[in-house]
């Protein structure tokens, strides 16, 4: 009980601190970019965190539930993150600005995330095997987003060795 406690605690902590820095970083879309960015690193350690402990490459099943959590609190915020329509002015970004113009799309795409990734924040961590099939449901929800609204990085050729 204290574990899960412990889990719900920090997920409410991140899910607070993404939100309130939403607030300021709109005003510039440098910051902004950077912002969104921050949010979705935080969802990416996450996952590869997940995969890392369900492959038994490395990590600590008992920590899972943590990492789910964490996943779960980041994907809230993306909807917040994104909305503002900001490119730029710097860096490059991966964002298509189709994003904005299929507004309504992607806004459902954040729904099914977020109703996936709680999902997988409910799934017991000792069930290693529904909690590898709700990640692939993650996985699938990340995919369809990323599959229409990032830039693909540009293809390189295979090294000669």
């Known amino acids: 009980m204290h574990r899960r406690l412990r889990i719900v605690t920090l997920a409410a ?32 350690g996450s996952a590869k965190a997940i995969n890392s402990i369900l492959k038994q490459e490395a990590g600590d099943p008992a920590n899972l539930g943590f990492h789910a959590a964490s996943l779960a609190a980041a994907a809230k915020a993306v909807h917040a993150a994104v909305k ?6 710097v860096e490059k970004s991966a964002a298509l600005p189709k994003i904005w113009d299929e507004w309504d799309k992607f806004a459902e795409g954040v729904k099914v995330l ?17 909690f590898g099939a709700q990640m692939g449901a993650v996985g699938k929800a990340c ?3 990323h599959d229409n609204y990032k830039e693909k990085p540009p293809e390189t050729a295979p090294v000669k060795k």
């Open 114 to 130: 977020e109703q996936e990734t709680a999902k997988l924040a409910a799934t017991p961590a000792d069930d290693l095997a529904a």
């Open 13 to 44: 902590v991140a899910t607070v601190a993404l939100g309130a820095t939403t607030a300021q970083a709109e005003s510039d879309p440098d910051k902004q970019v950077l912002y969104r960015r921050a949010v979705f690193q935080a969802m990416g």
């Open 143 to 145: 995919k369809e987003c």
């Open 84 to 89: 503002p329509k900001a490119m730029p002015v």
